[in-house]
């Protein structure tokens, strides 16, 4: 089963817009990471955030986790058509070694 | 600096064959895992290799096996394949097996069982 779960699953913005996106997890992480994807690539590192830390920024990207709401948001600022892609979080459980659980991602689109 | 290399890109298999997947970790790294991932769903971890080993696996049947080299490639094994195991596999690679470690995905390669 998913350990973490993104919201929404599809999200269509203009660009320009800023878009946000949510991940829900379950059981206690040692940090968290955002990937995306565009279709059928691989996936590309974004940001880590460690379970100690509550937001992170990364150029146009914003990160926040909330260990108490076992949640984790991805901000895109002025977001552009090149940001079109899949979103995924991917949480490190403790005591796992670096084994990573994805949720099923965002679909994220954005219009010209 | 090559990132995370793989291969075969695409290949098509028949039921009941098997398979193997290459993959080259990004230089300087020790540490290859797997990933299965379905259509329209998250990857999902299948093993991690460190220092030769087979060091954690996820819930896979033993039809998936693997092997890493003294030079850290890897190659992902799957036996009497099912229609079900179609899905792009994805190589990882970091430095160490340590929690905190940016891992670098390749580019996949994706599997159509026929």
């Known amino acids: 089963s998913q350990q973490g779960e993104e919201d929404p699953q599809a999200l269509s913005i203009q660009e320009g817009e800023n878009a946000t996106m949510n991940c829900s997890y379950k059981?206690?992480?040692?940090?968290l990471q955002w990937y995306r994807q565009n279709s059928g690539r691989g996936l590309v590192h974004l940001i880590l955030?460690?379970?100690?830390?509550r937001e992170k920024h990364s150029g146009r990207l914003r990160v926040t986790l909330d260990t108490s709401k076992k949640s984790s948001s991805l901000l895109i600022t002025a977001s552009r058509a090149a940001d079109t892609a899949s979103y995924f979080c991917?949480?490190?459980?403790?005591?796992?070694?670096?084994?990573?659980?994805f949720g099923t991602g965002t679909s994220l689109t954005v219009i010209p | 600096d090559a990132g995370v290399t793989q291969s075969p890109t695409h290949l098509i298999k028949t039921r009941g064959q098997q398979v193997t997947l290459r993959c080259s970790p990004k230089?300087?790294?020790?540490?290859v895992s797997w990933y299965q991932q379905a259509l329209g769903q998250g990857p999902q971890f299948i093993f991690q290799?460190?220092?030769?080993?087979?060091?954690q696996r996820g819930n896979f049947p033993d039809r998936f096996s693997g092997h890493q080299f003294p030079n850290y490639s890897s190659e992902l094994n799957v036996n009497a394949l099912l229609l079900g195991d179609s899905a792009l596999y994805l190589c990882?690679?970091?430095?160490?097996?340590?929690?905190?470690?940016?891992?670098?995905f390749g580019e996949g390669s994706w599997l159509t069982v026929v």
């Open positions: 059981t206690s992480i040692n940090n």
């Open positions: 991917a949480t490190d459980l403790r005591f796992t070694g670096n084994q990573f659980y």
């Open positions: 290799y460190y220092e030769e080993e087979e060091r």
């Open positions: 230089s300087g790294h020790d540490t």
């Open positions: 990882a690679s970091s430095l160490a097996a340590v929690s905190g470690n940016t891992i670098y």
């Open positions: 955030i460690r379970s100690n830390e």
